[in-house]
């Protein structure tokens, strides 16, 4: 067992299963979407985008390639909540709070695709 493929499949389908935990509820309900799980959906993405980096195959390029429309997802979503928490003044309002919730949708759909791929990849993998 290869440690490094260990903890790049971890932090994919964690990913994925935060991203899928901050999505679920009602879309323009704030109680139902956490900040701090938004914050932590971004970071362990960064994370796994930084452990994209170092493959060098075709495979490797389109998982880098889903990694970057993740975290460009998440990161508009966070700057979306930043914006109207903090600087606009208008606070999460029901149409705030469903822009934020679909740009995680985007983000999952990314990491549902890596995830697929990272399957399809260990599956052809030949001893």
Same mark, same amino acid.
């Given at each position: 067992?290869?440690?490094?493929k260990v ?6 389908? /964690? ?22 799980e938004?914050f ?10 930084i ?5 060098r195959?075709?495979?490797g390029?389109v998982?880098?390639?889903t ?10 979503? #966070? ?10 003044? #208008? ?11 679909s ?13 697929? /791929? /990272?399957?399809i ?7």
């Open positions: 067992m290869n440690p490094e903890v790049f499949g971890f932090f994919i389908v /964690l990913s994925l299963t935060l991203n899928f935990g901050f999505f679920v509820g009602e879309m323009d309900n704030a109680a139902h979407h956490n900040v701090y938004l932590a959906v971004l970071v362990v993405n960064i994370i796994a985008l452990l994209k980096f170092g493959d195959s075709q495979m390029a998982l880098l390639a990694s970057l429309v993740a975290v460009l997802q998440l990161v508009a979503g #966070t700057v979306v909540w930043l914006w109207v928490e903090h600087i606009s003044g #208008t606070g999460l309002t029901p149409e705030a709070v469903a822009s934020i919730v740009l995680s949708g985007g983000a999952m759909l990314a990491n549902v695709i890596s995830v697929v /791929l /990272l399957i990849e260990t599956v052809m993998l030949r001893r």
